[in-house]
């Protein structure tokens, strides 16, 4: 079973958050307790990421899986709110017949991607983790190979400096990164409302992807957030979570 992070306590439909690749659901930590002053809203850590199970498959089919899982434990029906990576598993287990109300997928579509997240697990993997005193020191030795210093902040936060280890099972990502940002060949569709929400800089959601998002969605909508990139939830925190509200009726 994932790790579950729970906030509120409300009868009306829970909405679950499944982060993207590296993330967790403490990544999710101020948006998940704002939804919840009208609902329980949950976050999650997919498998080999966060505290949830360390498992030897990443497969799109197995993360939805997970999801279904979920959502009996919480009982369902649910609205669910997916980013990236876990945006196409949220599509997954949408299309596989999990009891979800409405769909929201934050900046990514049912298509395969060509940038590859392997040289990030590369980064990693070659920190020497238990020389580090401290966050600043990670992200200094970091730096020398990814430059970018807000992905940085981002990967370190699954770094778990007690223990010198990463909060990530990074062999498995790394043996599953083709699937990952590929898609799933599926035939069915998913016919309740789905949104789909884009950073207004980003460019993972494109004009000629909508012909297939309405095969697999015939009643998504489509929405961005201007000056807003792929994590365009951290970089708007407010708009999205306005957005949200909107597409949930709140």
């Keep these: 079973m994932l790790n579950m992070i729970s906030h509120g306590n409300y009868s009306s439909t829970p909405l ?20 919840s002053d009208t609902r329980r809203v949950i976050a999650l850590d997919l498998r080999n990421h966060g505290e949830s199970p360390w498992l030897p498959d990443q497969s799109y089919a197995a993360m939805a899986s997970d999801l279904s899982e979920v959502i009996t434990k919480i009982g369902g029906p649910i609205d669910l709110l997916g980013h990236s990576m876990g945006g196409k598993a949220s599509m997954v287990a949408a299309l596989t017949d999990a009891p979800i109300r409405r769909l929201i997928i934050a900046d990514i579509a049912p298509v395969a991607y060509a940038h590859t997240q392997q040289h ?39 770094l778990d400096l007690r223990e010198s280890k990463w909060r990530l099972n990074l062999d498995v990502l790394s043996e599953f990164m083709a699937e990952i ?41 489509f929405a961005k957030i201007p000056n807003a990139g792929h994590w365009l939830h951290a970089e708007r925190p407010r708009a999205f979570e306005a957005a949200i509200r909107v597409f949930l009726g709140e």
């Design 181 to 221: 940002i590929g898609f799933p060949e599926i035939s069915r569709q998913f016919s309740e409302p789905t949104l789909f929400l884009a950073g207004g800089n980003s460019d993972y959601v494109q004009r000629d992807h909508r012909t297939k998002i309405k095969t697999l969605f015939p009643n998504a909508r």
């Design 16 to 35: 679950v958050i499944a982060h993207g690749l590296f993330g967790s659901g403490r990544n999710w930590g101020v948006i998940a307790r704002r939804l």
């Design 120 to 158: 990030l697990i590369d980064a990693m993997q070659a920190l020497p983790l238990g020389k580090f005193n401290s966050r600043l020191d990670a992200d200094a030795a970091l730096k020398k190979t990814v430059e970018n210093p807000n992905v940085r902040s981002f990967l370190l936060q699954s």
